[in-house]
């Protein structure tokens, strides 16, 4: 698999294969699913994609990229136990051929994933948890936590402001006091937060 997520032309036609045999895949969308998922901006940007194949899976039948999940789903009309057990043979089948790839989707994991609190998706090869990459944006468990730290960094630039101001007045010290005593208070329940969600 490619370092952004897309798959080479060998892991696409593969996992078209299981769609083709276990649900029912028309051979003349084929090339159309390489051509999707070895040169795609959408997963390339978001780490998400979907492509409909129909077949057995009724009108609905789509293969998914969405969350570091390769899979098959439905229209929820069509769900007879045959779709189900066909849709559910394919996602084990596709979830093991996809961990064989070794996924390192850097765009879903630099937007899901934290260097604090690991892959969200268990991946040991998490380029986001090992440091080759930077987030974009606080996972799950930190996103309170950095709006606080955000919170305390505008509170010190406003002491900063009232130091140069006037810090030899009474009515100054007084504010730089129940400021910083507001900033440490924020700071330590950040702190708890992130200790707790670790």
């Known amino acids: 698999m490619k370092n952004n997520g897309i798959l080479n032309e060998k892991e696409a036609n593969q996992i078209y294969e299981i769609l083709v045999e276990h649900c029912g895949a028309s051979e003349s ?55 189900k057990s066909m849709a559910k043979t394919a996602n084990e089948l596709i979830a093991q051929l996809v961990s064989s790839f070794r996924v390192n989707v ?19 090869d998490c380029p986001v948890s090992a440091g080759d990459v930077a987030q974009k944006y606080p996972c799950e468990n930190c996103g309170n936590a950095h709006e606080r730290i955000q919170s305390i960094q505008h509170n010190i630039k406003e ?40």
């Not at 039948?61 to 045959?82: P, Q």
């Not at 002491?159 to 030899?168: E, P, T, V």
């Open 29 to 83: 969308y084929r090339d159309n699913f390489v051509l999707c998922h070895t040169d795609n901006e959408q997963i390339k940007i978001h780490g998400s994609s979907e492509f409909r194949f129909i077949g057995k899976l009724g009108f609905g039948g789509k293969f998914r990229i969405n969350g570091g999940r390769f899979f098959v789903d439905y229209n929820a009309e069509d769900e007879t136990l045959e779709v």
């Open 106 to 124: 850097v765009g879903i994991h630099t937007s899901q994933c934290c260097k604090l609190h690991g892959c969200k998706y268990g991946n040991e």
């Open 159 to 198: 002491l900063l402001n009232l130091l140069r101001l006037d810090c030899m007045k009474d009515k100054a010290s007084e504010k730089i006091l129940a400021a910083l005593q507001e900033s440490d208070n924020q700071l330590v329940k950040a702190e708890m937060e992130l200790a707790q969600k670790s």
